[in-house]
């Protein structure tokens, strides 16, 4: 939210969670169901696994040899025209696919 300064993470967390609980407890615009009475509806199991998010994203290189990524545009070769390149958001670098030379290692680095 704009213009509001937070004193912690802590309370950070919690208007973050107060929102949430705000809107989750009205009627959606699309679905028109409460979210809080759908997911009621839905019965979901929880995982029996740790569940791990791949801290890879892949991005599709435009004919301008350009990328978007985290709202900014980057710069790749123009050999990855076309193709899907694995970028990483921890150090901003894209690798070589797995079938080119030197697989898994970096291409460039992003500004």
């Known amino acids: 939210m704009v213009g509001i300064k937070y004193n912690s993470q802590e309370h950070l967390n919690g208007q973050a969670l107060a929102w949430c609980n705000k809107v989750n407890a009205r009627v959606h615009g699309t679905t028109n169901e409460i979210p809080f009475e759908r997911l009621k509806k839905e019965a979901l199991n929880p995982l029996s696994r740790e569940y791990i ?33 694995p970028t990483t958001p921890q150090n901003l670098r894209i690798l070589r696919g797995p079938r080119s030379r030197g697989a898994g290692q970096p291409a460039g680095r992003l500004p």
């Open 53 to 85: 998010i791949d801290k890879i994203n892949l991005r599709r290189v435009q004919k301008d040899c350009l990328i978007s990524y985290a709202g900014s545009q980057y710069s790749v070769p123009a050999q990855y025209v076309g193709k899907d390149v």
